[in-house]
C-alpha cells in the first residue's frame, strides 16, 4: 500500500538546522511531484515547498525561500527538506504529499500524505 513516512523533526533552538525525510513506498516515486506541507494548532495547512518529479524545478512559500531547500533522491524514494536559521514561527507539524505527475501548492490536490513530524523551535 501507499506509505509516506516522514522523519527528522523534533526541538532546536532558533538559528538551528533540521532536516526532514519521508520515504515513498507503494507507488511509481519518480512520476510524483512531491511537497511539504506545515500545519500550527489553530492553523490551516500551508505549503511550503514543492519539487517537480525529475528534481530540477523547486519552488518555495515566501515565509521560507532563502532558509528552507527541497531535494529528492529518486534512486531511494525519498524528498527531503534541509531547514536553516530556522524561526520559532516555523514550528508546527511537517507534512510530505505526493501529487501524480506535477505539484501544485494546494493541500486539496495532493494524492497521497504522510503521518507527519513535528518541528519546534524554541526562542
Known amino acids: 500500500q501507499v506509505q509516506l513516512v516522514e522523519s527528522g523533526g523534533g526541538l532546536v533552538q532558533a538559528g538551528g538546522s533540521l532536516r526532514l525525510s519521508c520515504a515513498a513506498s507503494?507507488?511509481?516515486?519518480?512520476?510524483?511531484?512531491m511537497a511539504w506541507f506545515r500545519q500550527s494548532p489553530g492553523k490551516e495547512r500551508e505549503f511550503v515547498a514543492a519539487?517537480?518529479?525529475?528534481?530540477?524545478?523547486?519552488d518555495y512559500a515566501e515565509l521560507v525561500k532563502g532558509r528552507f531547500t527541497i531535494s529528492r533522491d529518486n534512486a531511494k524514494n525519498t524528498v527531503y527538506l534541509q531547514m536553516s536559521s530556522l524561526k520559532p514561527e516555523d514550528t508546527a507539524d511537517y507534512y510530505c504529499?505526493?501529487?501524480?505527475?506535477?505539484?501544485?501548492?494546494?493541500?486539496?490536490?495532493?494524492?497521497?500524505w504522510g503521518q507527519g513530524t513535528q518541528v519546534t523551535v524554541s526562542s
Open positions: 507503494g507507488f511509481t516515486f519518480s512520476m510524483y511531484g
Open positions: 519539487i517537480s518529479r525529475s528534481g530540477l524545478i523547486t
Open positions: 504529499a505526493a501529487k501524480y505527475s506535477t505539484y501544485v501548492v494546494y493541500a486539496r490536490d495532493y494524492d497521497y
